[in-house]
């Protein structure tokens, strides 16, 4: 039965409907200072989310809105300009390789808009959206127009060849509605192209309780996985996973091999009394080997309709 929304106070998986449930607290990597992340993890498929929240929606806007807006320091380099325009060049090249029915682009959550400037820079026709979104950075392209706002501020019946939404759908508090009215806006033969942490990914289990991903505004931790099952659920008729990390100097292999047993005999030798701590990363390693593209720590993946 295709879910109709994700709920955080459920009592098992939304995904594969477990009631192993495992509860934790993580630090969170978007706020200066110490604060915490409060875990919701399936023991049985590891689709977790947070709960309770750490923000409010109306708290994520003026978060995002005073970071973008930001001159000098800025809380992470996620809000650099320059590298969000080189991230940016990935991404218009990974919609290269789609079979696009034509050229008109609905960028959701376009942030400051770096994507949406180099996507209609390279031809496209571009709507970025984005409740947050300074319309006076986007201005002077023809091709490019901007709406403060969320989708319901769009014409009802304009449609798109390709919807985006980049490190987006973590946020949400209602992601499979938003991914339904993305729907409706495609084209035939269009696509919609999501972008996101990959909790089960070998990174993120590596680093712990310490890893970015854990953070006040990401409400949703997904697999490429996970992704997928939502979209087939949804609908949609193909699922095309991205073989990389579309980010800059990104080297790695989307299959983890596995973690090094010189590695875990290093870390046994540097720190005797921490041995316990080293074997269980070391087991969890070994069972992140077994999950598809645990090498990629954001994946992105495109569904046609």
Not at 71 to 93: C, H, M, N, Q, W
Not at 137 to 157: C, H, Y
Not at 235 to 245: I, Q, W
Request: aromatic share 10%; charged share 25%.
């Amino acid at each position: 039965m295709m879910l109709a929304e994700l709920d955080p106070t459920v009592q098992s998986c939304p995904m594969c409907e477990s009631p192993e449930l495992r509860l934790f607290d993580a630090v969170a990597s978007d706020v200066e200072g110490y604060s915490s992340v409060h875990i919701v993890e399936c023991g049985r498929c590891h689709f977790a989310w947070q709960y309770p929240l750490g923000r409010t929606m109306t708290e994520s806007v003026e978060h995002f809105d005073r970071n973008y807006r930001a001159e000098g320091k800025r809380l992470s380099g996620y809000f650099d300009p320059e590298r969000k325009t080189d991230i940016a060049r990935f991404e218009v090249d990974f919609l290269s390789q789609l079979a696009l029915p034509g050229k008109r682009l609905l960028d959701i959550g376009a942030g400051a808009g770096i994507f949406a400037k180099v996507a209609a820079e390279r031809g496209f026709s571009v709507t970025a959206l984005d409740p947050a979104l300074e319309l006076e950075r986007i201005s002077g392209l023809p091709n490019l127009q901007g709406v403060r706002g969320t989708m319901s501020d769009l014409p009802p019946d304009e449609l798109f060849d390709v919807i985006t939404m980049w490190d987006v759908i973590e946020h949400l508090v209602t992601p499979l509605a938003i991914i339904d009215e993305a729907k409706k806006r495609l084209r035939t033969g269009g696509w919609l192209v999501l972008e996101t942490g990959n909790y089960k990914s070998a990174d993120r289990v590596q680093e712990g309780t310490r890893h970015w991903m854990y953070q006040l505004d990401h409400r949703w931790y997904f697999s490429p996985e996970s992704m997928e099952k939502i979209l087939l659920d949804r609908g949609f008729s193909e699922v095309v996973h991205a073989d990389r990390v579309l980010r800059p100097g990104w080297g790695g292999e989307a299959h983890f091999r596995g973690p090094s047993r010189m590695h875990l005999v290093r870390e046994l030798l540097a720190d005797p009394t921490h041995a316990s701590t080293a074997f269980s990363t070391f087991s969890a390693m070994k069972r992140a080997s077994g999950w598809p593209r645990a090498g990629v720590g954001i994946f992105t993946l495109a569904a046609r309709v």
